[in-house]
């Protein structure tokens, strides 16, 4: 039996990867607005209308001081709380205590890069722009108040 457009779905069985609880595993604290879009099967503009409107919380814009094109990151735990209904973190000083520790002082630009899903030379220019305040004798090193201040400073709506 061919079955024609005009067959109810319900009729149709669904496929197997539909039936399962949407989840992701993300092990960065924050996500591009594209992942976010490509994680909630939606848009682009559909995540920014929900940063505007509060229901995506933490997103920041890390781009360089000066430049017009925004460089929007948002927290994954924002991205998980949205999927299950509820969020984990009720205010912005909480979860940035909770993604950056007080008991890890120093960053170093890789380790910073990867968090913020970015490339090295970005926060190597974000240094340079004085966006971030270097530590670090030998080598690069961002302290944990200059992440904090800059972050605050930069959060979105």
């Keep these: 039996m061919i079955t024609s457009p005009s067959t109810p779905s319900a009729a149709r069985p669904k496929p197997a ?6 989840h992701f595993l993300i092990a960065r604290p924050f996500v591009s607005i594209w992942v976010a879009a490509s994680v909630l099967n939606c848009t682009e503009h559909r995540v ?3 940063l505007e ?3 995506l919380p933490f997103a920041f814009n890390i781009a360089r001081p000066g430049v017009r094109r925004a460089c929007v990151r948002l927290a994954t735990t924002a991205l998980q709380g949205r999927l299950a209904g509820r969020q984990r973190f009720g205010a912005q000083p909480e979860f940035l205590a909770a993604t950056f520790p007080p008991d890890i002082p120093i960053y170093e630009p890789a380790k ?5 899903q970015c490339d090295y030379d970005h926060i190597y220019n974000l240094i340079r722009a004085r966006a971030l305040a270097d530590v ?3 080598s ?3 302290s944990r108040e200059s992440l904090l ?4 400073e930069r959060s979105l709506y």
């Excluded at 990867?17 to 949407?22: E, G, I, L, M, T």
């Excluded at 910073?112 to 913020?116: K, S």
């Excluded at 201040?149 to 605050?152: D, E, I, M, S």
């Design 17 to 22: 990867w539909a039936n399962s609880r949407p």
């Design 140 to 142: 690069y090193e961002i």
């Design 149 to 152: 201040r800059f972050l605050n």
């Design 136 to 138: 670090g004798r030998r």
């Design 48 to 50: 920014a209308a929900w």
């Design 53 to 55: 409107d509060g229901t």
């Design 112 to 116: 910073l890069a990867w968090m913020m």
